[in-house]
Nanobody, 114 residues
Framework: QVQLVESGGGLVQFGGSLRLSCVAS???????MGWYRQAPGKQRELVATMMSDGTTNYADPVKGRFWISRENARNTVYLDMTNLKPEDTAVYFC?????????WGQGTQVTVSS
């Protein structure tokens, strides 16, 4: 079983920034890594993904404000969030998609105050 541990969430003011980190218990070298989020009363939604070759994909609401990156040597994926808005408030989940398996982290809360 692969463990994904997120960190970096917290309370931030409107317009502020946060960096989320996710450390995997195995190599992420060949995996697609991603971030999803779930706001209260809403469905879980894609935030960003990064394939093993570096190809990225972002949801429209975060384009130009959030950036996903990875450090394979540390089995870590990051989500840099800038110009945060109250509507970004959610639990953020890290995902690992391997060739034949996929995993989710437990999530980290991000709250943006207006």
């Amino acid at each position: 079983q692969v463990q994904l541990v997120e960190s970096g969430g917290g309370l931030v003011q409107f317009g502020g920034s946060l960096r989320l980190s996710c450390v995997a218990s195995r190599s992420i070298y060949r995996s697609t890594m991603g971030w999803y989020r779930q706001a209260p009363g809403k469905q879980r939604e894609l935030v960003a993904t990064m394939m093993s070759d570096g190809t990225t994909n972002y949801a429209d609401p975060v384009k130009g404000r959030f950036w996903i990156s990875r450090e394979n040597a540390r089995n870590t994926v990051y989500l840099d969030m800038t110009n945060l808005k109250p509507e970004d408030t959610a639990v953020y989940f890290c995902t690992l998609q391997g060739i034949v398996d996929s995993y989710w982290g437990q999530g980290t809360q991000v709250t943006v105050s207006s």
